[in-house]
């Protein structure tokens, strides 16, 4: 988790939805949703809060045939919120959500991680453009390894972090031989992920490591926050860390 997708990824999910309904959905009911574990794709967790406002229907990770907008539709109306313009273009004419999007990691994180003899890189359910933005742009990062939304099937499915886990690993395969692999998320797509990837590659030793979203850490969602890291680890979450940069803390207490 390197930023706060609060004002921007979860409030392009608030206005897409208000957008076709009228209703604006509250956190906690986006919390619940990605907390199922199969909504990773903000274009879809959108749809599907839409269907179960029309349906009535709260069941978890099913799909319905509530009269939706066209998906090709629904995403345009999500990325006018988000980019504010043409999300292929240039990121300076760039006026929606996006510009709201704090970063909770600076440059010299990385270099503590590389100081430390890790390698790195990342694994997002976001558009390409806007994880490059912040990857490259925003925190200076020279091509960072990245697996972005189509690269590989959406999460919780492991191909995109497997696939960066033998990239970075050095070894001709995962397994036994292989350094340990950590993911950290803060969704319970995330932490599926890596159980996914164990199922996939069973002597490699892999560490889900997690984080509650950051409009979680406010005095005014601390009633929340727990039950969210409780789910977390439900999920299968190895160490529920309480910000990105202790990642290295939490790393050594689980190797050790």
């Given at each position: 988790?390197i930023?706060?997708?609060?004002?921007?990824?979860?409030?392009?999910?608030?206005?897409t939805?208000?957008?076709?309904s009228?209703?604006r959905?509250a956190?906690e009911?986006?919390?619940?949703?990605k907390?199922?574990?199969?909504?990773?794709?903000?274009?879809?967790?959108?749809?599907e809060?839409l269907r179960?406002?029309a349906?009535?229907?709260?069941?978890a990770?099913?799909?319905g045939?509530a009269?939706?907008?066209?998906?090709?539709?629904?995403?345009?109306?999500?990325?006018g919120?988000?980019f504010?313009g043409?999300p292929?273009?240039d990121?300076?004419?760039?006026?929606?959500?996006?510009?709201?999007?704090?970063?909770?990691?600076?440059?010299?994180?990385?270099e503590?991680?590389?100081?430390a003899g890790?390698?790195w890189?990342?694994?997002?359910g976001?558009?390409?453009?806007?994880?490059?933005?912040?990857?490259?742009?925003r925190?200076?990062?020279?091509?960072?390894?990245l697996i972005?939304?189509?690269?590989?099937?959406?999460?919780?499915?492991?191909?995109?972090?497997?696939?960066?886990?033998h990239a970075?690993?050095?070894?001709s395969?995962?397994?036994?031989?292989?350094?340990?692999?950590?993911?950290?998320?803060?969704t319970?797509?995330?932490v599926?992920?890596?159980?996914?990837?164990?199922?996939?590659?069973?002597?490699?030793?892999?560490?889900?490591?997690?984080v509650?979203p950051?409009h979680?850490?406010?005095?005014?969602?601390?009633?929340?926050?727990?039950?969210?890291?409780?789910?977390?680890?439900?999920?299968?979450?190895?160490?529920?860390?309480?910000?990105t940069?202790?990642?290295?803390?939490?790393?050594?207490?689980?190797?050790?």
């Open positions: 988790m930023r706060d997708v609060g004002g921007s990824y979860r409030r392009a999910i608030v206005e939805v208000h957008h076709y009228g209703v959905p956190p009911a986006i919390d619940a949703l907390a199922e574990g199969c909504w990773n794709n903000d274009w879809e967790a959108s749809l809060l179960r406002m349906a009535g229907s709260p069941s990770c099913a799909s045939t009269a939706l907008p066209a998906f090709d539709a629904l995403v345009a109306v999500f990325n919120f988000y504010g043409d292929d273009g990121p300076a004419a760039w006026r929606g959500f996006i510009d709201d999007e704090p970063l909770l990691v600076q440059p010299a994180f990385f503590s991680l590389t100081a890790l390698a890189g990342f694994v997002s976001a558009e390409p453009p806007s994880a490059r933005f912040v990857l490259q742009r925190l200076g990062l020279s091509d960072p390894p972005a939304m189509g690269d590989a099937p959406d999460k919780p499915d492991p191909t995109g972090f497997l696939r960066l886990a970075l690993s050095g070894c395969d995962l397994g036994a031989e292989a350094p340990p692999v950590a993911y950290l998320g803060d319970v797509a995330d599926l992920t890596v159980q996914r990837a164990r199922q996939q590659a069973p002597e490699q030793r892999f560490l889900a490591l997690a509650a950051p979680l850490h406010t005095p005014e969602a601390a009633d929340r926050r727990g039950p969210y890291e409780a789910r977390l680890r439900q999920a299968g979450a190895d160490a529920v860390i309480p910000t940069e202790q990642v290295l803390v939490a790393l050594e207490q689980a190797l050790s």
